[in-house]
C-alpha cells in the first residue's frame, strides 16, 4: 500500500461532507445578510422605540449565547413540542438567526458613519424617505461594511464545524464518524483543518477582491 494511500481514503470521506458545509454556509449567509439588513433598518430608522427594544433584544440574545445551545434547541428543543426540523435545516436556521444578529450591528455601523446632511439634502431635493434610504445611503454604507461582512462570511464557514454535533453530514461529522472507527485522529482531523484552509482562502481573496473594487480600500 502507498504510504498516501490513507490520506486520500480520509480526504474522499472528508469531500462528502465539503459540499454540505459549501451549502450550509451560503444559505445561513444569505438568509442572515437579508434579516440583518431588514434589523438594521428598523433599528437605524424606525422611531418606534418599541421596534428599537425588539431589536436590541434579538441581537444580545443571538450574539451572546453559544451557537450550539441555538442549534440544540432548534433540533431537539423544538422536537420534543413536536416541531421537528431536519439536522440540515436547524443548521440554515440557526446559523441564519445568529448571523443576522452580527450583521445587523454591521449594517448599522455602516448607516451612522454616514453624514445625516446627505439624509437632509436627499429630502430637500425631493427624493421619499424610502427613495435616500435605498438609492443613496445603502449603497455607501454597503461599501464601508464590506470589509466587515467579509469577514463574518469566512468566520461563518468555519463556524460549521458546530453544526455536526446535530448530526448535520459536513466535514467534521464524517471526520468524527471515521477517528471512531480508524483511529487515526491526526492524520483525519489534520487532513479537516486543511480543507476548511483550502475552503476558506478563495472566500477570503474574493472579499479582498470586492473590497479593492468596491469597497475603501485602494
Same mark, same amino acid.
Given at each position: &500500500?502507498?504510504? %498516501?494511500?490513507?490520506?486520500?481514503?480520509? %480526504?474522499?470521506?472528508?469531500?462528502? $461532507?465539503?459540499?454540505?458545509?459549501?451549502?450550509?454556509?451560503? /444559505?445561513?449567509?444569505?438568509?442572515?445578510? +437579508?434579516? =440583518?439588513?431588514?434589523?438594521?433598518?428598523?433599528?437605524?430608522?424606525?422611531?418606534?422605540?418599541?421596534?428599537?427594544?425588539?431589536?436590541?433584544?434579538?441581537?444580545?440574545?443571538? #450574539?451572546?449565547?453559544?451557537?450550539? /445551545?441555538?442549534?440544540?434547541?432548534?433540533?431537539?428543543?423544538?422536537?420534543?413540542?413536536?416541531?421537528?426540523?431536519?439536522?440540515? $435545516?436547524?443548521?440554515?436556521?440557526?446559523?441564519?438567526?445568529?448571523?443576522?444578529?452580527?450583521?445587523?450591528?454591521?449594517? #448599522?455601523?455602516?448607516?451612522?458613519?454616514?453624514?445625516? =446632511?446627505?439624509?437632509? +439634502? @436627499?429630502?430637500?431635493?425631493?427624493?421619499?424617505? &424610502?427613495?435616500?434610504?435605498?438609492?443613496?445611503?445603502?449603497?455607501?454604507?454597503? #461599501?464601508?461594511?464590506?470589509?466587515?461582512?467579509?469577514?463574518?462570511?469566512?468566520?461563518?464557514?468555519?463556524?460549521?464545524?458546530?453544526? /455536526? @454535533? *446535530?448530526? @448535520?453530514?459536513? *466535514?467534521?461529522?464524517? @471526520?468524527?464518524? &471515521?477517528?471512531?472507527?480508524?483511529?487515526?485522529?491526526?492524520?483525519?482531523?489534520?487532513?479537516?483543518?486543511?480543507?476548511?484552509?483550502?475552503?476558506?482562502?478563495?472566500?477570503?481573496?474574493?472579499?479582498?477582491?470586492?473590497?479593492? #473594487?468596491?469597497?475603501?480600500?485602494?
Amino acid at each position: &500500500m502507498n504510504s %498516501l494511500d490513507p490520506f486520500f481514503i480520509i %480526504l474522499q470521506g472528508l469531500l462528502r $461532507g465539503a459540499g454540505i458545509t459549501a451549502v450550509v454556509t451560503l /444559505s445561513a449567509l444569505a438568509f442572515g445578510l +437579508a434579516l =440583518g439588513f431588514a434589523l438594521s433598518l428598523v433599528r437605524q430608522f424606525s422611531r418606534s422605540k418599541v421596534l428599537h427594544g425588539i431589536v436590541d433584544v434579538y441581537v444580545e440574545f443571538f #450574539r451572546n449565547i453559544p451557537a450550539l /445551545s441555538h442549534l440544540f434547541i432548534l433540533y431537539f428543543g423544538l422536537a420534543s413540542l413536536g416541531f421537528r426540523l431536519s439536522s440540515m $435545516g436547524a443548521a440554515i436556521l440557526g446559523l441564519g438567526l445568529i448571523g443576522a444578529a452580527v450583521t445587523c450591528d454591521i449594517f #448599522r455601523s455602516g448607516f451612522k458613519s454616514l453624514s445625516p =446632511g446627505q439624509t437632509e +439634502a @436627499a429630502l430637500a431635493a425631493g427624493f421619499t424617505p &424610502m427613495q435616500t434610504i435605498f438609492t443613496i445611503l445603502t449603497p455607501q454604507a454597503m #461599501r464601508i461594511a464590506l470589509p466587515s461582512l467579509g469577514n463574518f462570511a469566512v468566520q461563518l464557514l468555519k463556524d460549521t464545524s458546530v453544526v /455536526s @454535533a *446535530i448530526a @448535520a453530514p459536513e *466535514i467534521m461529522f464524517y @471526520a468524527r464518524s &471515521m477517528v471512531t472507527s480508524s483511529f487515526q485522529t491526526t492524520l483525519i482531523y489534520a487532513t479537516a483543518a486543511g480543507l476548511y484552509l483550502v475552503m476558506s482562502l478563495p472566500l477570503m481573496q474574493a472579499v479582498r477582491v470586492l473590497e479593492i #473594487r468596491y469597497g475603501r480600500v485602494k
